[in-house]
């Protein structure tokens, strides 16, 4: 089992940063593939980036050249960068991680919530 702890949300104005930092349980970090995600009011919940286990990354259109997505396997932490923020990034976002092999993420953090003001 791989429990995911995210923090590093909060209220920030447009074009301002945040870093949300997700933290995993157990010894198998490095074996993790990591993603965020997230999910606007009334809206479906969406994919933003993520990691593979070897490092290479992946973003959603949207966030790309803004965002950006890393980890620290000696601290089982994933992190994701925001910059210049904008009001349509308002959202809770999620941390999520899979085994390589999986093909889909099977563990889910809690949420944390980034507001974005104009």
């Known amino acids: 089992q791989v429990q995911l702890v995210e923090s590093g949300g909060g209220l920030v104005q447009a074009g301002g940063s945040l870093r949300l930092s997700c933290t995993a349980s157990?010894?198998?970090?490095?074996?993790?593939?990591m993603g965020w995600f997230r999910q606007a009011p009334g809206k479906e919940r969406e994919f933003v980036a993520a990691i593979r286990r070897s490092g290479v990354t992946y973003y959603a259109d949207s966030v790309k050249g803004r965002f950006t997505i890393s980890r620290d396997n000696a601290k089982n932490t994933a992190y994701l960068q925001m910059n210049s923020l904008k009001p349509e990034d308002t959202a809770v976002y999620y941390c999520a991680a899979k085994f390589g092999q999986a093909s889909r993420y099977d563990y889910w953090g809690q949420g944390t919530q980034v507001t974005v003001s104009s």
């Open positions: 157990g010894r198998t970090f490095s074996t993790l593939d």
